[in-house]
């Protein structure tokens, strides 16, 4: 009796767990079924004129056909102004994006108010990549997952959804060589920012020698068109030895617009350098006619060559990549800060500086060998140059 009841026992089991096996692959079933009316896309909209939107942006489109009313886009460029020390957090690369979710319709109704582009490109997948990729998308939006530390060149907006698609393919995404296209970082922000002199100003004072390294395919994609050209052009070899194209359809859901230009500042940073420049000589002029000294004139460029060397001493600390080694440091730092009391005091600047200058513009012209110096700076050395040799004159 007891072997009877122990074996009714086991076989109550076994027919459990086969009742919960055979449950969820039923549900897993429903759920594949459920997918082949669920689409995937990627999203790749256009810049408009508004310096945060230069380069673009990328998202992810889920929509499913069958309901009609799960139409919604998985946006990595969520970020919060109000965040403490949000300013001090961005400039030491500690700036934290989230994963944010929203409805589609808003999304494009956004773009289309400033007249950019939004174009779709539909993914090939199975149901079975749908699946993984819905599941990878839940456990990423889940509170404890969806905050991410932005990197601006190596993990951003555009190369979230990247990697995460390739991690659900069951295969692997094959994409066309480029050849010898192999421009820089900053050749690449360049052509971003070329009709905004002061942002591409900017970007250059920042940015360091790396940003000078020439960037392969995958480095290119941090910028959301590039990513839309690859995606274009790329295969999916699946394990069964299988290729499909990774986009079966392109659409576009927002069409070009048109955009209002505002009118920035008139004059080029080159032309602002050519003008501090001249005055640079007019007042040396002046100085030699009148045998005196412009302390004035000498406190305003140390101030602004000491506090822009502040900002790039800073930016040594920084965990942005390319902004650690900056050969702009070399002219512009903070030693012209030390010298502006004894300019007040004195007619002409100390002897010492006068005589550090002139090497610190000579190592400052051999880093433009390997780094793109910003628009104008080598100008403002001469300026520099100039006024310590007006000063060294005045001493003798």
């Not at 068109?225 to 392109?250: C, M, T």
């Not at 190592?363 to 007006?390: D, K």
């Amino acid at each position: 009796m007891k072997r009877f009841n122990t074996a009714l026992r086991v076989m109550f089991v076994f027919t459990l767990c086969v009742m919960l096996r055979c449950r969820v692959y039923a549900e897993k079933y429903d759920h594949l079924v459920y997918m082949d009316s669920v689409e995937f896309s990627l999203l790749t909209c256009s810049p408009h004129e508004e310096v945060y939107s230069l380069y673009g942006h990328t998202a992810l489109r889920y929509h499913d056909l069958h309901r009609g009313k799960e139409d919604v886009t998985f946006n990595w460029g969520v970020f919060n102004f109000q965040t403490p020390h949000f300013v001090l957090r961005f400039i030491f690369g500690l700036t934290d994006y989230e994963l944010g979710l929203g409805s589609f319709r808003p999304f494009c109704n956004y773009y289309r108010h400033w007249g950019s582009s939004v174009t779709e490109q539909v993914l090939n997948l199975t149901p079975e990549e749908k699946l993984r990729l819905s599941l990878a998308l839940d456990e990423n939006y889940q509170p404890e997952n969806r905050v991410y530390r932005y990197n601006y060149f190596y993990d951003n907006c555009s190369t979230r959804p990247r990697d995460m698609i390739e991690r659900c393919i069951d295969g692997l995404i094959v994409y066309d060589d480029r050849g010898d296209y192999s421009p820089t970082f900053r050749e690449l922000i360049h052509q971003k920012t070329g009709h905004h002199p002061w942002a591409t100003f900017g970007n250059d004072m920042l940015l360091g020698v790396k940003a000078d390294m020439k960037t392969t395919r995958r480095e290119q994609e941090f910028l959301p068109d590039h990513l839309l050209y690859d995606f274009d052009h790329a295969q999916i070899r699946g394990n069964d030895g299988s290729w499909r194209p990774l986009v079966k359809e392109r659409r576009q859901p927002v069409a070009p617009g048109v955009q209002i230009v505002e009118e920035e500042f008139p004059l080029r940073p080159l032309s602002c350098a050519l003008l501090l420049a001249a005055v640079s000589i007019a007042m040396c002029l002046l100085e030699w006619k009148r045998r005196t000294t412009f302390r004035y004139w000498d406190t305003l460029l140390l101030l602004s060559a000491g506090l822009t060397g502040c900002v790039l001493t800073v930016m040594l600390f920084s965990q942005h990549p390319t902004t650690s080694t900056n050969l702009q440091i070399l002219l512009f730092n903070p030693i012209h800060l030390l010298v502006l009391p004894a300019v007040l005091r004195r007619r002409a600047a100390p002897t010492y500086w006068c005589k550090i200058l002139p090497l610190m513009v000579i190592l400052f012209m051999l880093g433009s060998l390997v780094q793109t110096y910003a628009e104008g700076m080598p100008i403002l050395a001469l300026c520099l140059l100039l006024r310590s040799w007006s000063h060294y004159k005045n001493e003798k």
